[in-house]
């Protein structure tokens, strides 16, 4: 079994959502779930904003680690974050799936990287949601 000890050292923080009110689509346990993908369950395809707000805090981070996407991650001030697992289903039901996951020897998502047409959805925002993870501040958010 996945352990908190699994979580990877990045050296960024993670953006406050919007609207300053909603708790945040990159979940904030200290004691996250890991999931292997057929543990993950919900159905349909996620238009709405609060997946669409994933996307592109999940796309920034992938542009600013330049590289795949830890499921579970500790962020330079100690706090444990991880990538919302409705979120992810959401975007694995989309066809074609507009993410991929890399697994761990016992078959837990370990990291996590966006399709082509992910990331081409927001070409022209690259810059910006690069910027926004880069230039994250430490936050309760």
């Known amino acids: 079994m ?5 979580a990877v050292d990045i050296s960024f923080f993670i953006p406050p959502m919007n609207d300053g009110k909603s708790h945040h689509v990159i979940s904030m346990g ?3 779930k890991f999931y292997r993908p057929e ?3 919900d159905i ?3 238009k709405t904003l609060w997946v669409d707000t994933f996307e592109k805090i999940f796309v920034g981070l992938f542009l600013a680690l330049d590289a795949p996407v830890p499921y579970a991650f500790r962020t330079p ?3 444990i974050r991880s990538l919302d697992a409705g979120c992810m289903k959401m975007l694995v039901n989309r066809n074609p799936p507009e993410l991929q996951f890399n697994l761990g020897s ?3 998502i370990s990291t996590v990287v966006p399709s082509d047409a992910l990331l081409n959805r927001y070409v022209l925002l690259h810059s910006k949601l690069r910027a926004r993870i880069v230039d994250a501040e430490p936050s309760d958010d």
């Open 77 to 79: 001030d100690g706090k």
């Open 39 to 41: 543990d993950l369950r």
């Open 106 to 108: 016992e078959g837990f």
């Open 2 to 6: 996945k352990s908190v000890a699994d």
């Open 44 to 46: 349909g395809s996620g």
């Open 30 to 32: 200290q004691w996250p």
